[in-house]
């Protein structure tokens, strides 16, 4: 396993792996677990070369989020990724994919200010910066996400498109623990009693797709029978409740396959987010 540190140690060890084979990056914010690593996997068993990266991106942290107490397991992170097949991590110091006095980021207007971007104003920005930084440096041939971020995804997407990036955006299923709850870094941060109130997420996704296979269509039933779960968790925050086009993030009417459908919510202190590509 090699740890990367710089921009031209990631950049040299990608140029070089491409002479022989296909390389694979796998963005992350670490605190990886089997989500994580089944995007790995993924990437492993598709590519020559798979490098992970590793970096608590500040930019996509408002000032009041959870940044500073984030989760931070190195360590543990790069055995997981070795294990699931990576060759190497890449992990910078912020100075590093943020020289000093930077001042051009990369915002996609319109989406950036949908679903997470309406309630987390800046976070898009902060996302779509920092994976231009590392498609720019490490030079993917494919980068590989999660489902559970559809929002982001959908942002990405159109960041890659118009600026000609070249990058291959492999999309994986979400990663459930045994009783759904979608897997996530945050999890961590839930009081038993959140643990078992935060399953309300899935089984609000879980309804929504029983109904739309069932043949529901209608938006705003589906929408109302999401809210009617929620309801059942009076301590849990609803943040949003969405049915939208996957491609604009807009709302939808009428609900058609390859709609996401997509919910976030406080449990607790901790924001979690869940879907459905219907």
């Avoid at 070369?49 to 930019?59: E, G, K």
């Avoid at 990369?106 to 590392?134: C, I, M, Q």
Wanted: proline fraction near 4%.
């Amino acid at each position: 396993m090699k740890i990367l540190r710089t921009v031209d140690e990631l950049r040299q060890w990608s140029r070089t792996a491409k002479k022989d084979g296909v390389v694979g990056l796998v963005p992350t914010m670490g605190a990886l677990h089997e989500g994580h690593a089944s995007l790995i996997r993924r990437a492993a068993g598709e590519c020559g070369h798979v490098v992970v990266s590793v970096f608590v991106n500040p930019t996509q942290f408002g000032p009041n989020e959870d940044f500073d107490r984030y989760p931070r397991t190195f360590e543990a992170d790069c055995l997981l990724a070795e294990a699931a097949g990576a060759e190497a991590v890449f992990a910078p110091a912020v100075e590093a994919l943020y020289p000093r006095g930077a001042s051009t980021f990369v915002d996609v207007e319109g989406l950036n200010s949908r679903l997470d971007g309406a309630s987390r104003p800046g976070h898009f920005k902060g996302v779509a910066t920092v994976v231009s930084k590392l498609f720019l440096a490490a030079e993917p041939d494919r980068a590989y996400f999660g489902q559970k971020d559809a929002a982001q995804v959908s942002v990405l997407r159109r960041m890659v498109r118009d600026l000609l990036l070249g990058v291959d955006l492999v999309v994986c299923p979400i990663v459930r623990e045994d009783d759904g709850l979608a897997l996530s870094s945050r999890n961590r941060y839930l009081k038993d009693e959140e643990r078992a109130a935060a399953l309300v997420l899935s089984h609000a996704v879980r309804t929504v797709e029983e109904l739309f296979r069932g043949g529901e269509r209608e938006a705003t039933k589906l929408n109302a029978a999401a809210l009617t779960v929620f309801a059942t968790e009076s301590d849990v925050r609803i943040d949003y409740i969405e049915l939208v086009d996957w491609e604009t993030l807009l709302p939808v009417a009428q609900a058609a396959p390859g709609n996401l459908f997509a919910v976030a919510a406080w449990v607790g202190e901790t924001r979690l987010i869940d879907n459905s590509v219907l």
